[in-house]
């Protein structure tokens, strides 16, 4: 076994393996005993054919595929023994290496093209990216407040609607007359008065009872979000429905909030002894605080990384990774559509992808599995009915059992895989960068998410 390189350029190398019979004879001898102990061939009885007549049908086979393992196996020790930080994979230069005989040859000669990562260091004196802290006011903190009474309150059946209600009933569609439309909409609904976009349009609820008839514009009284749910449509088509509409009440459901009292600040936020109406708006600001936090850390990840491949300028093997992508046969992988994508969609990521092996060297980026099972386990832990008698350490091991089970099945966790990615971006970017924060509101901060 011989194995050399020569540089084609300063970012592609031609690796050459010579592989002699000394290399995989072993294996080859071994597979082909094994072969005559249980071939089964006519006029000999099973394992009694002579070795000559295993050997001329099955050894150029065998031989194959000894072959190509010892390659294989060689190539990338090589590879990983020379640290050479290679980009996409080693791709057969056919053209050098020529026809192939198992049957005929012993020694063998193959040739590898392999692009080469440049060499590069990360300058985070010149990311600037501020770190955008949205602003809780006390009146986001109040409705808050009133969310979770109401979410833990208990449902009233009043004979008339009052604000905040939520009515049902059968909703149907009218044409521009205002008759019934042919072929429209025609279903039982909920609408949440809660939600209605316009105080305005509050009288044309308030007072009514079963079995009378509402008239409005759905699109003009409600979110989208509502319309979706209560047509069971989707977005765009909530968005372009602009009909008025006819709602036959059949009932009325009013939600009477939860007192402020220590039963509510516990199943709301169990475990942290909240004494007062005070106190727990104060622990609900912190809790609103800590969700707005994770917002402005995507936006942080998504602003650096951006700046990052924005301002990666070394050179990359394009020729080499354009056969390449092309060589690996995915729909919509033609050479034409490489070309056409490459810099928009190509070159981002291959350069965040050299970016992220950097990152690596400075701390982990992709979660671990004992990152992912605690997290998990906090889910867990803020719902969990713990059982009468139970101690503490019986119940950190059921938590433990059952996040462990959870995280076992990756395709159902891939929304917390991400979150902890995104986590640990932002802690690797806060740490170099060392952002200057400002505080925006959260209309300013949704303006500048999107744009």
Known sequence: MNITRENLSDLELCIKVDIEENDYQETVTKQLKDYQKKATVPGFRKGMAPMGLIQRMYKAAIVGDAVQNTLNDSLFKYIDDEKLHILGMPMSDEGKTGEVDFAKQTAFT???????????????????????????TA??????VANVAN???????????GKGDIMYGKLVELDKKGNVKEGGVSTFVSLNLLNLKDEELLPLFEGKKAEERIVFNLYKAFPVADIERA???DTDAAKKFKSDVELTLSGISRIVPHELDKELFEMALPGQAIKDAEGFSKAMKKEIEKANAEQSDYLFVNQVRKALVDGFDKPLPESFLKRWFASRGEKGMSAEQIEADWAEKYVPSLKWELIESKLEEIGPVEPTNNQIVDY???IL?????????EKKEETEQRLEQAARSIAADRKNIQQVVDRLYASNLAAIFKEQVKPETEKVSAKEFGERVKG
């Open 110 to 136: 193959f040739y590898f093209d392999v692009a080469i990562a440049p060499e590069f260091d990360i300058d985070w004196g010149k990311v600037d990216v501020k770190y955008n802290q949205i602003k809780v």
């Open 139 to 144: 009146k986001e903190v109040e409705a808050e």
């Open 151 to 161: 979410r833990y309150g208990k449902f009233e059946t009043p004979e008339a609607v």
């Open 231 to 233: 047509l069971h449509i």
């Open 376 to 378: 998990i386990k906090g």
């Open 381 to 389: 832990r803020s719902s969990d009915r713990k059982p009468a008698g």
